[in-house]
Antibody, heavy 117, light 111 residues
């Protein structure tokens, strides 16, 4: 079964740091670009960050540029999001998602909640 | 403020047809980038519903259809069912921002 499982969310103080992980299984992880999308409580989906299949290219939404760093370990089939200088507005459920060749997110994890307080 | 705009809410009675619009600009939908649609049921992760403007992933009923024209796209749902009540999001790519973008989302209420 194709699956993405996020972990690492939790409660962090403003200005703090947190690292999220996304474990992939059931597909050839190293051949797909992977991304993070977040959803604040009661709000819509917001693009956070993405990384190419080999890790050579990274992408960031304006709200997180300079504070978040995306990375991946293809030997461990795992995607990461290092979050720093966290703010109240970063509080959200963070989803990892697989990007298809059509630029659609076809597989999503169940999400991990990040609370900044 | 999303660069791709959707109506906040739509509603329809069971069996009816509803459409959800997704309006962008010349840097995203109008630039030729594909539009994709997601369904998010309460308390769950988004699910890909329509990709590449008009295509349905395996398992998605043909009651759901997508279209695109110019700087806009639409999702149509026919034969509305109670289980269709959810939030729907469109998504594309924006060349000015150089990132993938989502519409603000539309809450569908089945009356």
């Amino acid at each position: 079964e194709v699956q993405l499982v996020e972990s690492g969310g939790g409660l962090v103080q403003p200005g703090g740091s947190l690292r999220l992980s996304c474990a992939a299984s059931g597909f050839t992880f190293r051949t797909y670009a992977m991304h993070w999308v977040r959803q604040a409580p009661g709000k819509g989906l917001e693009y956070v960050s993405g990384i190419s299949s080999n890790g050579g290219s990274t992408y960031y939404g304006n709200p997180v540029k300079g504070r978040f760093t995306i990375s991946r370990d293809n030997s461990k089939n795992t995607l990461y999001l290092q979050m720093g200088s966290l703010r109240a507005e970063d509080m959200a459920v963070y989803y990892c998602a697989r990007l298809t060749s059509d630029d659609a997110f076809d597989i999503w994890g169940q999400g991990t909640m990040v609370t900044v307080s | 403020q999303s660069v791709v705009t959707q109506p906040p809410s739509v509603s329809g009675a069971p069996g009816q047809r509803v459409t959800i619009s997704c309006t962008g600009s010349s840097s995203n939908i109008g630039a030729g980038y594909d539009v994709h649609w997601y369904q998010q049921l309460p308390g769950t992760a988004p699910k890909l519903l329509i990709y590449a403007n008009t295509d349905r992933p395996s398992g998605v009923p043909d009651r759901f259809s997508g279209s695109k024209s110019g700087t806009s796209a639409s999702l149509a749902i026919t034969g509305l069912q109670a289980e269709d009540e959810a939030d729907y999001y469109c998504q594309s790519y924006d060349s000015s921002l150089s990132v993938w973008v989502f519409g603000g989302g539309t809450k569908l209420t089945v009356l």
